[in-house]
């Protein structure tokens, strides 16, 4: 697959990831009950028409404010604390919220709270809540309190609507966390070889180089690619192709260090960057790589395909920038390819 052909379908990925938020978000919308998420600071970042309508929020200035700065004093403090308590909680938490009308009525609301938190530090994120009037509700037990059997079948039923509430939320809070999961991956990594992409190797990268700037440290840099892979894909097709590039990064996430930063930043292009690595350390590296995919077999269907890989190195130097060490490696690269390829060249 191509470069073009690679960024294409990106974005034709990223395309339908951007659709389905939109759906989410008009599905948030049309929901007839009050909904709302906060940030980590319990700051507003969405309310549906319900409840801006309930509280009179302004929908153009209510982004970035908290609850005292949005809401009616008499009913602040309270929804601020059952926020706390939902946080607190760390799960699906149920309190009783109030509201006045413009008609200057009381309302009460059955409000659902989610937490959500990071799932790699588990630091608390954000808070979602589910709203719903129960005012009727809550008159009619006061007239029911004599007529048991009416009032528990009421419960009942309010029991098994709580329970559809409750999967609802649990739900959309992880087609959310997936959504945000999934365009996380797309953005960094290289999908057929699971690889750091283009851009997710030079910010890597640029972390390295200056950080050799600030502290003398050394640092190696590889570009190499498959020797002779327009043949591949000529002979067996771009399927093979694709198994020759996944074998390859197998073979060099096994002969690099885990200290060492690797990248898909072409159609059959890639390129290592060595930290706290001499021009000498690289290369055994280099030669490592280059020795063992010399001696894979990569099978598709009947055939059994052996292909062999071309490495360019440079070092580090103060007074060169990082594409400048990269144009060092890449011309050692195609003297690598003029004396015959399958080999190690340095600067």
Same mark, same amino acid.
């Given at each position: 697959?191509?470069?073009?052909?690679?960024?294409?379908?990106?974005?034709k990925?990223?395309?339908s990831?951007?659709?389905?938020?939109?759906?989410?978000?008009?599905?948030?919308?049309?929901?007839?009950?009050?909904?709302?998420?906060?940030?980590?600071?319990?700051?507003?970042?969405?309310?549906?028409?319900?409840? $801006?309508?309930?509280?009179?929020?302004?929908?153009d200035?209510?982004?970035?404010k908290?609850?005292?700065?949005?809401?009616?004093?008499?009913?602040?403090?309270?929804?601020?604390?059952?926020?706390?308590?939902?946080?607190?909680?760390?799960?699906i938490?149920?309190?009783?919220?109030?509201?006045?009308?413009?008609?200057?009525?009381?309302?009460?609301?059955?409000?659902?709270?989610?937490?959500?938190?990071d799932?790699?530090?588990?630091?608390?994120?954000?808070?979602?809540?589910?709203?719903?009037?129960?005012?009727?509700?809550?008159?009619a037990?006061?007239?029911?309190?004599?007529?048991?059997?009416?009032?528990?079948?009421?419960?009942?039923?309010l029991?098994?609507?709580?329970?559809?509430?409750?999967?609802?939320?649990?739900?959309?809070?992880?087609?959310?966390?997936?959504?945000? $999961?999934?365009?996380?991956?797309?953005?960094?990594?290289?999908?057929?070889?699971?690889?750091?992409?283009?851009?997710?190797?030079?910010?890597?990268?640029?972390?390295i180089?200056n950080?050799?700037?600030?502290?003398?440290?050394?640092?190696?840099?590889?570009?190499?690619?498959?020797?002779?892979?327009?043949?591949?894909?000529?002979?067996?097709?771009?399927?093979?192709?694709?198994?020759? $590039?996944?074998?390859?990064?197998?073979?060099?996430?096994?002969?690099?260090?885990?200290?060492?930063?690797?990248?898909?930043?072409?159609g059959?292009?890639?390129?290592?960057?060595?930290?706290?690595?001499?021009l000498?350390?690289?290369?055994?590296?280099?030669k490592?790589?280059?020795?063992?995919?010399?001696?894979?077999?990569?099978?598709?269907?009947?055939?059994?395909?052996?292909?062999?890989?071309?490495?360019g190195?440079?070092?580090?130097s103060?007074?060169?920038?990082?594409?400048?060490?990269?144009?060092?490696?890449?011309?050692?690269l195609?003297?690598?390819?003029?004396?015959?390829r399958?080999?190690?060249?340095?600067?």
């Amino acid at each position: 697959m191509t470069m073009s052909e690679e960024l294409v379908r990106l974005k034709k990925e990223n395309a339908s990831l951007m659709h389905m938020i939109k759906q989410f978000t008009d599905l948030l919308d049309s929901i007839p009950d009050p909904v709302f998420m906060k940030d980590e600071h319990l700051r507003w970042i969405y309310g549906n028409p319900v409840i $801006l309508n309930l509280y009179n929020i302004d929908k153009d200035n209510y982004i970035g404010k908290t609850e005292d700065q949005l809401l009616p004093e008499e009913f602040a403090e309270s929804c601020m604390e059952s926020d706390r308590k939902a946080v607190a909680k760390g799960g699906i938490s149920k309190s009783e919220e109030r509201a006045r009308d413009e008609d200057g009525e009381i309302h009460f609301y059955e409000v659902f709270k989610v937490p959500s938190y990071d799932s790699e530090t588990g630091d608390f994120k954000g808070l979602i809540g589910v709203g719903r009037d129960i005012t009727e509700r809550k008159e009619a037990q006061e007239a029911l309190e004599e007529e048991n059997t009416k009032r528990q079948e009421n419960e009942k039923k309010l029991a098994e609507l709580s329970a559809t509430l409750e999967e609802k939320v649990q739900t959309r809070t992880q087609e959310l966390n997936e959504q945000r $999961l999934k365009a996380e991956y797309l953005a960094t990594i290289d999908v057929l070889t699971e690889l750091n992409n283009r851009r997710a190797f030079y910010e890597k990268s640029l972390a390295i180089d200056n950080e050799s700037r600030r502290y003398s440290n050394d640092y190696a840099v590889m570009i190499l690619d498959v020797d002779l892979f327009k043949a591949v894909n000529d002979s067996y097709g771009h399927a093979a192709g694709d198994k020759v $590039l996944q074998k390859l990064a197998l073979v060099l996430k096994q002969e690099a260090r885990i200290t060492d930063v690797i990248g898909r930043i072409g159609g059959e292009e890639f390129a290592i960057i060595c930290p706290h690595t001499s021009l000498e350390g690289a290369q055994e590296i280099a030669k490592r790589i280059c020795n063992t995919f010399s001696q894979c077999v990569v099978p598709f269907g009947e055939e059994k395909i052996r292909c062999s890989v071309s490495l360019g190195l440079a070092e580090y130097s103060s007074d060169r920038s990082f594409d400048e060490v990269m144009a060092r490696a890449d011309k050692a690269l195609y003297k690598a390819k003029d004396s015959g390829r399958n080999c190690v060249v340095s600067e």
